[in-house]
């Protein structure tokens, strides 16, 4: 009898810990999490059947503005994902990196340059830089790693467990409710609309004038941050040891004196990666060649809008798909069903920015339930340019 009891007691304390644990999981992920579109666009990421893409991208808001996978798959019939998050950090690239050939193993990797071309190191520490794309890593060895060597050891459980961080966002429901939903429909759908681009529906207008022009011209180098050089060093050597085809590439941006040492420091940046072996292709400089026109093809300085992003697509897509290295891999009719609606959706967003910018209005756009009710109403139409 005294048995009895005893295991009885054992399984409703296992239970009831289960429970615990289960409700844990539930709030973490749905509720009490702080869900934007880097969130969706990472957890996308991890949907994505094993070894079905044929490239991947990875870097800052720089590359997730600019590549569309849709417009890439309909033209020219790659799988592509953009494993990218706002302000990603040099720590975080390589994160990323390994992550991907942890999942994927992609023919082709293109790593968008901004996180290594700042002034300095400080973006590596920035607390919300660094949690936008860790806290929406799963765990893994690559996870465990980064917040083994650089998270203090008093934050440590924050972001194996993020729940611990962002339990107070339960004061601002139900204004969440729209991410929330998000989120659950992603899951329940099982894949990224979008494939990780978003977008503004603004057109940028400036009284600073524009020097991208001169920027063919431009010989000068600055030096990298110490420690963002070595990160880029160990980035490559990483790559080099797991035989990746790695290609580094610069996205257009809107260049003013404000932010010319970044072209420097692009510029010293190609010398290294040259000598190391590496393509590097700085598309700041080939503005006029993809066709980007600086008064309406920017929503700011450092983002295109769809006008200059589907120029910058068509442009990349293309030498991607005439790359020998990049090679296409064969997919189910349910893959290539899915990647049609991916293709139809990007369409259509495109019209739909097109519709607010030309009436004049502003919004974000991005996978989330407003942005996509909205497109209903436009044709999938492909876009001919």
């Known amino acids: 009898m005294k048995f009895q009891n005893y295991v009885t007691r054992t399984v409703k304390t296992a239970c009831f810990f289960l429970a615990v644990m289960m409700s844990c999981l539930l709030l973490q992920q749905y509720v009490l999490r702080n869900v934007d579109h880097n969130s969706l666009r990472v ?17 800052a ?23 990218a998050s706002e302000s990603i950090t040099s720590e975080g690239v390589i994160t990323a990196v ?32 660094v949690h936008k794309f860790f806290d929406n890593l799963p765990f893994s060895i690559n996870k465990l790693n980064y917040i083994n060597r650089k998270v ?3 934050n440590k459980w924050e972001y194996m467990f993020p729940l611990i961080k962002y339990h107070g966002l339960w004061t601002e429901l139900p204004d969440r409710v729209n991410m929330m939903q998000s989120n659950f429909n992603l899951d329940l759908r099982g894949y990224n609309y979008l494939k990780g681009f978003r977008t503004t529906a603004k057109v940028f207008k400036s009284d600073t004038p524009s020097l991208n022009s001169q920027l063919p011209y431009e010989t000068g180098e600055l030096d990298l941050d110490p420690e963002l050089q070595q990160n880029l060093f160990d980035l490559l050597d990483y790559s080099k040891e797991n035989n990746l085809n790695v290609i580094f590439v610069r996205a257009p941006h809107y260049v003013t004196k404000d932010t010319y040492d970044r072209v420097k420091r692009s510029n010293k940046m190609e010398s290294i990666l040259e000598e190391r072996g590496f ?20 929503y700011n300085e450092d983002h295109m809008n769809v006008y200059g ?5 068509d442009f990349l897509a293309e030498g991607l798909a005439n790359d020998d290295d990049l090679k296409i891999g064969e997919q189910s009719e349910a893959q290539q069903e899915m990647w049609k609606e991916v293709s139809a959706t990007t369409n259509r967003l495109y019209r739909y ?33």
Request: with cysteine; net charge negative; aromatic share 14%.
């Open 61 to 83: 808001s720089d590359i997730y503005t600019s590549f569309m996978p849709g417009r890439a798959y309909e033209k020219y019939g790659f799988t592509s994902y953009l494993l």
């Open 353 to 385: 920015c097109d519709d607010l910018m030309t009436n004049g209005e502003e919004k974000g756009a991005q996978e989330d339930v407003i942005t996509l009710d909205a497109l209903e109403n436009y044709s999938d139409a492909p876009i001919e340019r």
């Open 152 to 154: 203090p050891v008093d």
């Open 43 to 59: 957890e996308g990421f991890y949907q994505e059947e094993r070894d079905s893409l044929d490239a991947v991208f990875i870097g």
């Open 309 to 313: 992003a589907i120029k910058f697509t």
């Open 279 to 298: 393509d590097y292709y700085a598309f700041e400089n080939y503005s006029e060649l993809i066709g980007i026109d600086d008064s309406r093809d920017f």
């Open 98 to 129: 390994k992550e991907v050939v942890r999942t994927q193993h992609p023919s082709l990797i293109i790593i968008e340059a901004n996180a290594f071309l700042y002034g300095d190191s400080d973006n590596e520490t920035n607390e919300a830089h």
